[in-house]
């Protein structure tokens, strides 16, 4: 494992770290600096937890973090693991946990009872709208400033039902322990436009088109954008 000691870790005592030497913390017990066989300096914080699991969490390197500020976060993140927390491994389940494409395929291949008709439009929200904006995002990490942003991306006559259908998959990702809560609760969603016009002869054109290529999906799209008020 290479050269161990252990000294008040300071800037002198990381200037003078050789290739292959971590420096164990004398003030705070699980603070660290490490050298590998490169110039790099990291700092990083040793802890157990309650399950007596070993955490190594990487705090950053030098001199990014200066030994005194790299302490102060070690000592930060022990206080959390001696309120019972455990910063390392929710980074670790943030890092490896699903994002909202998973849940999405994982919703959509579950029996929700729901009618034909419901399932298309749902298919059609989830790849129009849903994974598009919101797909690369870790379900554990979404917040309701996100589902309020998605929201005011959406048309009005797509924007509340759509809510819905993320709602409900935050739902299922409560049951399945994927997250706590589920963001998409409180979110005041806008009133459901209805179209009070018909359509003009450019548009029946383009839905006959549409209807004739037979894509469901963009059916759909086309019908909401149609929902839509005119400005």
């Known amino acids: 494992m290479g050269n161990s000691y252990r000294v008040r870790i300071g800037l002198r005592e990381i200037q003078a770290m050789e290739p292959n030497t971590i420096l164990w913390d004398l003030e705070v017990k699980g603070f660290v600096a490490r050298r590998q066989f490169s110039e790099v300096v990291t700092f990083s914080v040793v802890y157990r937890t309650r399950e007596g699991v070993q955490r190594w ?26 309120l019972g927390q455990d ?13 909202i494409s998973d849940l999405c395929d994982e919703y959509q291949q579950r029996d929700n009872g729901k009618k034909p008709g419901t399932i298309r439009s749902d298919r059609s929200r989830i790849k129009l709208h849903i994974k598009p904006k919101l797909g690369k995002l ?57 179209r009070n016009r018909r359509l003009s002869e450019a548009e029946y054109a383009q839905l006959g088109s549409t209807l004739n290529g037979g894509v469901i999906s963009d059916i759909f799209l086309f019908l909401e954008r149609s929902a839509a008020p005119s400005h």
């Open 57 to 82: 969490q990487k705090l950053e390197r030098f001199p990014i973090l200066t030994p005194h500020l790299a302490r102060q976060e070690a000592i930060r993140v022990l206080r959390a693991k001696a």
């Open 87 to 99: 910063p390392a491994g929710e980074r670790m389940a943030l890092r490896h946990g699903p994002t």
């Open 138 to 194: 870790k379900v554990v990490s979404v917040t309701s400033d996100h589902v309020e942003d998605f929201m005011r991306s959406l048309s009005p006559g797509s924007a509340g039902r759509t809510i819905g259908l993320l709602g409900a998959m935050f739902n299922y990702a409560v049951k399945r322990k994927l997250r706590p809560d589920n963001p998409c609760k409180g979110i005041e969603k806008p009133k459901e436009v209805k």
